[in-house]
């Protein structure tokens, strides 16, 4: 038996991100920051430009404020791509992350 076979195969913290959003509601309150995010992600190739747990801490954020948000589509879109940019993107920025899998 080889050690191979113990070990969890490698999964990336952009695998968790990727899996994350796809498991976000697509309707509701949350709509706009689902398709915010997954046009975030689309045809991603190498690593998520922010880590899981600033999205982790972003959905707690967009929790808090989605309610005020208002009833106009076009509003809350656009407030949810500026909060996408200013709390998720912004700070991951100024983090050090690889961008391809040879880094």
């Known amino acids: ?9 490698k999964v990336t913290q952009s695998h968790w991100v990727v ?7 697509r309707t509701g309150r949350w709509t706009e920051v ?5 046009q975030l992600v689309t045809g991603l190739r190498g690593f998520a430009p922010f880590t899981y747990r600033g ?4 959905l707690t ?4 404020v989605l309610d005020s ?8 879109r656009e407030a949810v791509h500026q ?21």
């Open 1 to 9: 038996m080889s050690n191979e076979m113990n070990r969890p195969p």
């Open 34 to 38: 689902s398709f915010g995010l997954r």
């Open 55 to 58: 999205l982790v801490e972003f």
């Open 61 to 64: 954020v967009a929790k808090e």
């Open 19 to 25: 899996q994350c959003i796809r498991l976000l509601p």
């Open 83 to 103: 909060i996408i940019y200013d709390v998720l993107v912004e700070s991951a920025g100024h983090l050090n992350l690889p961008t391809l899998l040879v880094e």
């Open 69 to 76: 948000l208002g009833k106009d589509q076009v509003a809350r």
